[in-house]
């Protein structure tokens, strides 16, 4: 498991990124739940935690994608693939994140770009 | 209702069809299309695609698994609607009944008089007339672009990229002046000069020269500018004149309500060709947004499915971007509407502004260059109900 922050550090409304590689954001929604997904939109390199956080989805701040929390699911293109979801653990206060064993759904710019190609 | 058919198959025509099938719509669904293709992204056909670094199969909008269920009619464009006896005409000679109509035909780009038929002259709008510019690009040379507007500005910004000559003349002083104001206007459009694209300003364009290929374009002033490719981004104008005829109330694209209701019952309008009433400015504005064309179709088909018994809410103030340079640019709100605008974070100069327009010190508009967090901050705050 990650440490991601001290929950009284996350109000609600907000987003905390981590910078691992790929990044992944924990949010806390206005109705005080937490949930963690890969921080990248699958279209194109912008940061979710940036984003337009409202119930359980949160609005990609470029283009206008949306996901949700919940599942990862693309609820509004131009996205049209999910982003990965995390586990998310408090203890004694502190955020922490375990992270999905699965592939990340990465735009094609940054995949190109891991894969030595031109960015 | 037992059929709807669609009217548009781009972002706005088939945001309304998700949103039928999705507001538990079980009936017939029927897409008219004038181009070939199934619905695909524009905002790239200026950016990415234009550049190289993205194929067409990425522009597609349906994902791989989504099915409709919907008859898609494509290639052939709608050239009228009679609404009494509840059918849509093709050109090629079909007709559509249905009890429901969303007409979702979008804009054309605005062409330059006389320059029909001289080659190395283009618009941007389709995907046919990207891969076209596309290949004309690829074989490098001078560029010029008419009109300092986003698809001007961002063609430009992309042929830079590519390593042409590119010069883009504007007839007003300023260019975005109008969607941006007169200061932003000319910071936004002073990206061209830090990459050495030369700007022209406050000067109309008189033609083009050339016997079957464009070689100069001529200025008002007497000037002519050597070219080997020229774009011309002078606008959109709504497709509406199948319209012409059919009753309904046109007014600067077709005239409809705060939810796309339009002046026929069981007809909608979204997207490009649609001019909604805007309660927050008081007055109808017709918005070409790509999110526009995303978002606005829910109420649309809230209504046609209520048969207009729905109160039409208050949509999200309008939002854009644009990529220039390797610089995000983003605004919401109304230029127009505001008495003073500040620099709330970054600086102009830095090309990272932050900027608030307000109107009697509320906010009414945001633009942001490279500053994606603070903007959707303020861009919230402009769409919370006061």
Redesign the interface.
Known sequence: MIPACRLADLPRGEAHRLDIDPPVSVFHTDDGELFAIDDTCTHQDASLADGWLEGCEVECPLHASKFDLRTGAVDAPPAKLPVRTHEVVVEDGMVYVQLSTAAPNLPPCISARLAGGPA | MRTVAVVGAS?AGLSAARSLRKQGYDGRLVVVGDEPHRPY?R?PLSKEFLAG??GEA?L??E??DEDLAAEWLLGTRAVGLDHRGRTVRLADGREVRADGFVLATGAAARTLPGSEGLAGVHTLRTLDDARALRDELARGGRLVVIGGGFIGAEVASTAYALGLEVTVVEAAPTPLAGPLGETMGAVVSGLHADHGVRLVCGVGVKGLSGESRVDAVLLEDGCSLPADIVVVGVGARPNVEWLEGSGIALDNGVKCGADGRTSLAAVVAVGDCANWYDPRAGHHRRVEH??GA??RPDAAIATLLAQGAVEPGVPRPP?F?SDQYGV?I?FAGHAAAADSVTVEAGSADGRDVLAVYRRAGDPVAVLGMNQ??L??RW??QLGAPR
């Open positions: 972002l992204d905002p670094t993205l990425e597609a909008l994902t791989d790509w999110t995303l978002e939002y971007w995000k983003q994606p967090k903007f959707t861009r919230k």
